[in-house]
């Protein structure tokens, strides 16, 4: 007996046929369609070949050589025999206490004239400084001495000076903060590796506004290889100019890992161009210590609703006492730039010109107060206004307040440490596992101010803190002095 299917059942298999293919060819469009936006960006950003580009900014790339003459090992000297192939070398070498060391580096040529860009370390301590550049029409040939026209520690940046019968080929700098410069551009860098001659990498930007030690840092972090010997050497973006000057590695190893650091253009063409005028940098000052604003602080604060700004600890006798400015004072805008941080604010102070007149906006016990200040020079005021004084710490004493033992300053400790009677609450213990210790608070710090006011002795503290109580306030802001440097810390009073 022959089975007949039903009318109705086939029909209902013919259309889940269909819907099933339907559905089939939605999803193969819709894979077809996001493989048709992926593919073709992907493919227009990564760059077929560097060749053009290394063939462009080439010429302009220098390998640096120094020479300094350093003492020699004191003690018994190895005896070379005679005819050994060494015997030159030894006595070249053996000039009776002394002998010459080498060291390579890499810069660019940043101007016709023979201005050349480098790192200081590269340079520093040199007796001679010898340039190679790469081979090219119009480039020098032969090596050239070069004359060191300044240098800045602080963003290790030298500039040398060749002179040459004929323009030079150099290259100039581009936009740091700028396109071609953003996290995951493709970048390119030139110099001379471990010795080996001239020599290119590519890679991306891997970060920005990386800060290692110094008070200026602003580098760039790339992938592109670099090792000992790039350093002084340009990081160039696609379009041939220099968003940094290739200066450090991080590496277990001394070599290459992937994480190399360029300081960006922003911070190096100020430099540049005040070694080039002066000889030496001319940084603005503003004249105040100051310190982050921390989370912890925000709510013992009068009219700050976030951590951000740069707090005053200190104000001697400078430009920022001369406008009015005054400790506890957060500063929040300098020169129509809003204040996010100590670091934002050192690195603007820092590029302004000295004797710049700057508009600067502080938040002073819940109102904004607008001052004028007056920038002087960082170089030559900082260590005048910032002596380094060391104070010791007092004696112990039996107040217990806010997990710490206070004492009033006594005329033997106002002796001691060098500071005056009544000039605020020594801390003389910090009790273990308390906020205090928490905090960082040490035997001998001196607290000299309690809710933005100051104190002369342990009433006013007690006042203090009955005050931040009654207001509402789970923490209250002292102003601390160690050594002589001040820095403010919130405690809570739950």
Known sequence: MTKRSHPQAAVRAQTQQDSRQKWLGALLVGMALAVATVVPVDAQNRPATFAELAEQ???????????????????????????????DFFNDNNDGGQRRSSALGSGFVISADGFIVTNNHVIEGADSIEIEFFPGDGQPSELLPAELIGTDPNTDIAVLKVEYDTPLQYVSFGDSDGAGSRVGDWVMAMGNPLGQGFSVSAGIVSARNR??????????????AINRGNSGGPLFNMD?????????????????????????????????DQLQEFGETRRGWLGVRIQDVTVDMVDAIDGLDEARGAMVTDVPAGPAEDAGMEAGDIILTFDGVDIEDTRELVQIVGNSPVGKEVPVATLRNGEMIDLTVVLGRRETAESVAFPDDAPEA?????????????????????????????????????????????????????????????????????????????????????????????????????
Do not use: C, H
Request: glycine content about 12%.
């Open 211 to 224: 800060s290692l030690q110094g008070t200026y840092d602003d580098y760039i972090q790339t992938d592109a």
């Open 240 to 272: 041939g100019d220099v968003i940094g000057v290739n200066t450090a590695i991080l590496s277990p190893n001394g070599g290459s890992i992937g994480i190399g650091f360029a300081m960006s253009s922003s911070v190096v063409t100020n430099v540049v």
């Open 57 to 87: 900014v080439s010429p302009s790339v220098v390998n640096i050589t120094t020479s300094t003459v350093i003492a020699s090992r004191t003690g018994p000297q190895g005896v070379v025999p005679e005819g050994s192939p060494f015997e």
């Open 394 to 494: 007092g004696e112990p004493d039996t107040t217990n307040m806010l997990g710490m033992t206070l004492s009033e300053v006594s005329p033997e400790m106002a002796e001691e440490m060098g500071i005056e009677l009544g000039s605020g609450l020594v801390v003389v213990e910090v009790e273990v596992d308390s906020e205090a210790e928490t905090k960082g608070l040490l035997a001998g710090d001196v607290i000299t101010e309690a809710g933005q006011q100051p104190i002369t002795g342990i009433v006013d503290f007690e006042a203090r803190v009955e005050e931040a109580q009654d207001a509402g306030r789970k923490s209250l802001l002292l102003l601390v002095r160690r050594d002589g440097a001040p820095r403010f810390v919130a405690l809570g009073l739950e």
